[in-house]
Every structure is written in structure tokens, then in C-alpha cells.
């Protein structure tokens, strides 16, 4: 073995010098991986935001909703507005909702400009306005046990007494909230 002049040997420090310099790549190289991941699009997790939606909105009528839609929204954050679609029954209705919490835990609030009725609401409502000219009623049809009013947008409903008779009727809510019903 021949010994070579101006050659260098790699000595104890200089392989620490290596080590570190190898350290320092796999180092770089995972804040360059951290550094992508922080780019990755964040979306809703669309099945969590329509049972959220749905337990907001009517808790007391479980599968009174029977679908909910929203648009995936890319890197949602607090304080984002989202305009989703519900079907409710025959209906369907535009539920505004807004993100809140934080970046990492995203709450969500349901809303809809419309008023939800219960049937039997409805029913009782007819009972004491209509008793004498109707007579007794005994069911009342609306197609599903809530509906939404919009403000003047009717829904129709059907009222039955003992004998068997139907009769239709408009349930209507006004700008104030207040619910009518008008016999056909």
C-alpha cells in the first residue's frame, strides 16, 4: 500500500463533520416535506356537516330531513358562509350555514329564512279556528309531519273528520312569523 501525499484520511473528526452534514440533509429534507404538507387543500367532511345540519335544524324529527347537500369547499375557515340545499319531505329548502371555531376544529350554524311547522301544530291551530265550521277533526295531512312556510308561499294540507270527509286548507306565515289557514 502506497502512501499518497496532500491525501486525507478520514479521521474521527472529520467523520463527525460527514455525520453532521448528513444530519443537516435529512433535516432539510423533512421541512421540505412539512413544508408541502402545509399545502395540502383541507376540505369539509361533507357526511359530518349534513348530520350536523340536520341535528340543528329539526332535533326533535329524527329523518324528518332526508338529505342534506353543500358545495366542498376548499380550505374551509371560521367565519366561512356555505349555502346548502336540504329536502324535507316534498320540500326543498336553502340552509345557510356558517363555519366558526378554528382552523383545526371547525364548528358549524344552521339556518333557514323560512319558519318549520309541525303538523300537529297545524292541527290544533285549525281546531280552534275552524272547530264550528269544520267540526271535529280528526287527522291532518300535510304530506310529512314538519314543513317549512316561506313568507305567502302556501303549503297545502288536508283536514279529515269523523265522518270522512276532506276538506283542503292553506297554511301560509306571514312577515311576522304568524301562521293562517284558509279553507279552499
Known sequence: MGRCSGCRILTPTSTRAFGAWRCTVAIAFVFALALSACGVERTLDGAKLEADITAQLLPGYPGAIRSVSCPNSADPQPGQSLLCVATLGGQV????????????????????????????????????????????VTSVDCGQPVMVLDVDQPVVCEAIDPSGVTRAFDVRVDDAGLITLDLR
Request: net charge negative; aromatic share 4%; glycine share 12%.
Open 93 to 136: 329548502i336553502d340552509v345557510n350555514v356558517e363555519l366558526g371555531g378554528t382552523a383545526e376544529a371547525l364548528t358549524t350554524t344552521a339556518a333557514v329564512d323560512a319558519r318549520f311547522v309541525a303538523v300537529n301544530e297545524v292541527a290544533a291551530l285549525l281546531g280552534a279556528t275552524f272547530g264550528d265550521e269544520l267540526g271535529l
